[in-house]
């Protein structure tokens, strides 16, 4: 359940914790330092900043999320991270097929945060989507 999964996440989150996340959040191991880490876990230092972080987590709940989809009709990029330990492909065909216009891409040996662990190939693909819009099938 994502919403006690945010309960506990929010209640127990330390620095060490925001590494061991990231951690999982990455399928390049190389790219996680202290640095960053002290950069995830910053908001935490400040207690307004980390009550509303807390408030955000415990009331995210996914389901609610996919049942809205539909109402989007705006066209939309999804890039998911093939290795991505924290949703499963699944989710992202399920999010693919709810969307109305939509593009998708599967960025390879990439976790959970594309826009940081693969940052060229996610310029690349919000460019190409900025400037042309969705791709149209090639014609058979």
Not at 46 to 51: D, P
Not at 133 to 140: D, K, V
Request: glycine share 4%; net charge negative; hydrophobic share 45%.
């Amino acid at each position: 359940d994502s919403s006690l999964w945010g309960f506990f996440a929010a209640a127990f989150l330390s620095q060490r914790t925001v590494g061991n996340l990231l951690s999982d959040a990455f399928f390049d191991q190389t790219v996680i330092n202290g640095e960053m880490v002290q950069e995830y876990y910053r908001p935490y230092l400040n207690k307004e900043k980390r009550n509303e972080l807390r408030m955000m987590l415990r009331a995210f709940a996914e389901e609610e999320v996919i049942t809205h989809l539909r109402d989007i009709d705006h066209e939309v990029l999804i890039l998911w991270g093939m290795d991505d330990r924290w949703h499963e492909i699944a989710i992202a065909e399920v999010f693919h097929i709810a969307l109305r216009h939509v593009e998708f891409a599967l960025v390879r040996n990439c976790g959970h945060i594309v826009h940081e662990e693969k940052t060229e190939r996610f310029l690349e693909h919000a460019r190409d989507f900025l400037l042309n819009g969705i791709a149209q099938p090639a014609e058979e």
